[in-house]
Nanobody
């Protein structure tokens, strides 16, 4: 069982920065990957950035060089430093955790989402 708490969204002007954090509370669950996804109005949810427990990171091409994901394995937290924000970065940002319950198999958990709006 995993509970995720996100915050840190908001309204910013183009070129601005945000750093939404996400904290995971896990019970009988081994976390592998933590990351962020986003969904713009009328579009499918897409990967933004992920970080594995061994610190491997993966970024969407559209955010490379602008966004950086930070993960603290000891605290089960992940944050997304977003610099140089563009209007096309607007959307609901969801924290994601992927891992393995002690009972077997693998699962994904999602946060409630935090709105990021970038004005031009």
């Amino acid at each position: 069982q995993v509970q995720l708490v996100e915050s840190g969204g908001g309204l910013v002007q183009a070129g601005g920065s945000l750093r939404p954090p996400c904290a995971a509370s896990a019970s009988r669950f081994s976390i592998d990957t933590m990351g962020w996804y986003r969904q713009a109005p009328g579009k499918q949810r897409e990967l933004v950035a992920t970080a594995t427990s061994s610190s491997r990171t993966n970024y969407a091409d559209s955010v490379k060089g602008r966004f950086t994901i930070f993960r603290d394995n000891a605290k089960n937290t992940v944050s997304l430093q977003m610099n140089g924000l563009k209007p096309e970065d607007t959307g609901v940002y969801y924290c994601n955790v992927h891992g393995w319950p002690y009972s077997g198999g693998s699962l994904d958990y999602w946060g409630q989402g935090t709105q990021v709006t970038v004005s031009s």
